[in-house]
């Protein structure tokens, strides 16, 4: 099911033509009024990797499902489009995105929309790259994961070697796994300086201080995915200038809380602050909303696609 796509045939959407506004660094601390940060994810769930130790869920969509997707995402994308106030999307499908041609097309959309600050997406980055060549990319950005076992190293670096050729804003990242040390310790070795790369706590995997003093010297920011955060009743901002939306346009504070705060579609959402109420928080999409964290300060400027603000 793989489309490949090209320049011309990738349409942009409604109102498309003007330049994006620059994502702000704000003072530490404050807020920033008007502004709507969304996670979206729809019914895609296929992805053409096989990672045993993914939590998201491992099929094979069928062409209805597909079609859902694209239907689904095509209403998402035609309501940012209509927005008169600043909007960043940033995409988490279950499943693989960009070998999908309708989420090339969205991101290339987006990312020309004048109030669009930020469109990124979670990606393993398979697809071929000749599409972003019609993307603005001001205002596109990348969170790409290396899965060591599902793609050759040297295909993968020669990737984000492109990619950083290109001038694509993104980030890279592996999962903190034993069998993923030396490769992680090569790709931070060969990744140029200026490319972020991140690791994730394994899902359930305890780091004794000197496990997590390896992951801490390829990024500096482990940390915060060591351990989760306690989050209950504690500030955050999901809720109020970040949500969560499906494909039916529910609307959730994020994707780990299972409470409907209203749909996007029929004006029932209505942003407020709200404390989190989960005992823990364990995922960087989640936890680096998490006031207390201070993550808006460390990531200014690139919370969406988990690039550190430059020191």
């Known amino acids: 099911m793989t489309e490949r796509a090209t320049g011309r045939d990738l349409p942009l959407l409604p109102g498309t033509g003007g330049r994006a506004l620059p994502v702000p660094v704000l003072p530490a601390g404050e807020r920033d009024p008007g502004h709507l940060s969304i996670l979206y994810r729809g019914p895609l769930a296929s992805c053409d990797y096989d990672c045993p130790y993914c939590p998201f869920a491992k099929r094979r969509d069928d062409t209805g499902r597909l079609r859902r997707d694209r239907a689904a995402l095509e209403r998402f994308?035609?309501?940012?489009?209509?927005?008169?106030?600043?909007?960043?999307?940033?995409?988490?499908p279950w499943g693989e995105g960009l070998v999908r041609s309708w989420y090339r097309r969205a991101m290339i959309g987006l990312s020309h929309l004048p109030h669009v600050r930020r469109v990124a997406i979670q990606t393993n980055f398979s697809c071929?790259?000749?599409?972003?060549?019609?993307?603005?990319?001001?205002?596109?950005a990348l969170w790409v994961t290396y899965h060591p076992g599902q793609v050759a190293y040297g295909r993968f670096l020669a990737k984000c070697r492109d990619l950083a050729g290109?001038?694509?804003?993104?980030?890279?990242?592996?999962?903190?796994?034993?069998e993923h040390l030396d490769h992680a310790r090569r790709l931070r070795a060969d990744l140029p300086a200026e490319v972020y790369l991140w690791v994730n706590a394994a899902e359930g995997h305890p780091y004794t201080d000197a496990e997590a003093a390896d992951w801490t010297a390829i990024d500096r920011l482990f940390?915060?995915?060591?351990?989760?955060?306690?989050?209950?009743?504690q500030p955050c901002r999901t809720g109020d200038s970040v949500i969560s939306v499906d494909g039916e346009g529910t609307v959730r504070r994020c994707h780990f809380v299972p409470e409907v705060l209203g749909n996007l579609y029929?004006?029932?959402?209505?942003?407020?602050?709200?404390?989190?109420?989960?005992a823990l928080c364990d995922c960087h999409i989640g936890y680096v909303h998490l006031e207390p964290t201070g993550l808006y300060d460390v990531f200014a400027g690139g919370i969406l696609e988990r690039i550190p603000r430059a020191d």
Do not use: I, K, M, N
């Open 166 to 178: 290109r001038g694509v804003r993104f980030s890279v990242g592996v999962v903190g796994l034993p």
């Open 77 to 92: 994308t035609a309501w940012v489009a209509g927005r008169d106030h600043p909007v960043s999307v940033l995409f988490t």
């Open 223 to 233: 940390r915060y995915s060591r351990t989760p955060h306690r989050s209950a009743g």
């Open 266 to 278: 029929d004006g029932t959402f209505r942003p407020a602050a709200r404390a989190c109420p989960a």
């Open 128 to 140: 071929r790259p000749d599409w972003l060549a019609e993307a603005d990319l001001g205002t596109l």
